[in-house]
């Protein structure tokens, strides 16, 4: 199914590759087919796409050289690399990490897997707009803290973190911060060396790239070591063949979402403006997340007595694409723990909707969207034996 007649607002699970990007990339996937690591002409040539790619990612977020940004196969990747190599190379140093109750799950896994062999695994508490409590950060915070990760933003309800003011909480008694800035990058501007971040995940898919990369930021001096021992590349921290064709369009999509960040987050925030404005009009219907510290494509929603999913459904049938929650999670029916976390009963978790904004969008789309949402939820609650 191609995306004519629709209207897509589910940026967050999954983006089309920029054209550009296409175009700049795809001779790694033909002509440009060498491995880096081979020292004859079309090995080099690919080595030197790497190494391009490194450098518009350092600049996307401020980094101190290229040489801190190592590349993975996807965010999941580079936040298990984070987390469990900083906490296995630091073992001696402690033995605690700790992480918010809204991360992604491919922060949380690790954690709890660490917790199986051995760490102490923390979580510190939300408030209801889901950002991080700070005077409960620094309660939990020791010089056993060897990692703690906190996201820049949050996937499923748009909410930003005062990650700076964390930072410095970390450093006063723990070790190493950990930000996966899978939501947030190309959206909002990222400073690593001013925020005093450590370790940050990027995802290529989430920047209009190529699926099949990630990357990792590791600040000068932080100590970490492979969790997949192999054959050496990226510094020794992530053996294996790299994917040119997708670290090369991931570094072009960096570049472009550097550049053009600001004037399509501005755009951005108009449609979601008005998304918030009139959906919020509907009765029993909430704006979940931060009211304004909120990512400029994000803007999310509960609806009391129906269920999330069966609002997708009736949405799609009608040519508009929305998430309920985290795609992660979809496979099971327990309500998102984001949800939860930030207070929300059960059946009220269940009634959520997340509509993330991308290049596709523009303001026009609103007034049939909001239709679409009032006249779904409206039809939905007259099927509910919840409905009052
Ligand atoms: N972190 C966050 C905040 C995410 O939203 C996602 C999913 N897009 C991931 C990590 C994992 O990304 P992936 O499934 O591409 O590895």
Redesign the pocket.
């Known amino acids: 199914m191609v995306l004519m007649d629709t209207i897509y607002l589910d940026h967050?699970?999954a983006m089309p590759i920029d054209s550009r990007v296409f175009d700049f990339a795809k001779k790694y996937l033909t002509d440009y087919f060498g491995n880096p690591s081979s020292l004859y002409n079309i090995g080099q040539d690919a080595k030197e796409a790497v190494d391009e790619s490194r450098k518009k990612i350092a600049e996307l977020i401020n980094a101190e050289t290229d040489k801190t940004i190592i590349f993975t196969a996807?965010?999941?990747?580079s936040?298990n690399l984070a987390i469990r190599g900083t906490a296995y190379r630091n073992i001696k140093d402690g033995k605690e990490v700790l992480a918010s109750a809204i991360e992604?799950i491919?922060?949380i896994n690790p954690m709890k897997d660490l917790q199986k062999n051995g760490w102490i695994f923390n979580t510190v508490l939300v408030d209801k707009y889901g950002v991080v409590d700070l005077e409960q950060l620094k309660k939990m915070i020791n010089k056993n803290t060897i990692v703690t990760s906190i996201?820049y933003a949050?996937?499923e309800i748009g909410t930003i973190q005062p990650i700076s003011e964390i930072a410095k909480i970390v450093h006063e008694k723990g070790h190493f911060l950990h930000v996966?800035a899978?939501?947030a990058a190309g959206r909002i501007p990222i400073d690593v060396q001013k925020d005093g971040i450590d370790l940050l995940?990027l995802?290529s898919?989430?920047l209009y790239g190529p699926?099949g990369a990630?990357a990792l930021y590791v600040k000068p001096g932080v100590k970490i070591q492979s969790v997949m021992p192999g054959g050496g590349q990226e510094r020794g921290l992530r053996s294996g063949t790299e994917n040119v064709f997708a670290i090369a369009g991931m570094g072009e999509a960096a570049r472009i979402a550097k550049k053009e960040m600001k004037d399509e987050s501005n755009r951005l925030i108009k449609i979601r403006d008005k998304l918030i404005q009139e959906i919020t009009k509907i009765d029993d219907s909430y704006l979940t997340g931060h009211p304004k510290n909120r990512l400029p494509n994000h803007a999310s929603f509960r609806f009391s007595y129906i269920e999330g999913e069966s609002i997708l459904l009736n949405m799609d049938i009608h040519g508009i694409q929305v998430a309920t929650g985290?795609?992660?999670s979809s496979k099971t029916l327990e309500p998102s723990h984001v949800l939860i976390a930030i207070g929300l009963k059960h059946e009220e978790a269940h009634g959520s909707m997340v509509m993330t904004l991308g290049q596709s969008n523009n303001i026009d789309q609103v007034p049939k969207i909001v239709k679409l949402a009032k006249e779904t939820v409206e039809r939905l609650r007259k099927l509910s034996p919840l409905t009052k």
Do not use: F
């Open positions: 967050a699970s996807s965010a999941t990747e936040n992604h491919s922060v996201m949050n996937n996966d899978t939501a995940t995802s898919n989430d699926r990630g985290s795609a992660c």
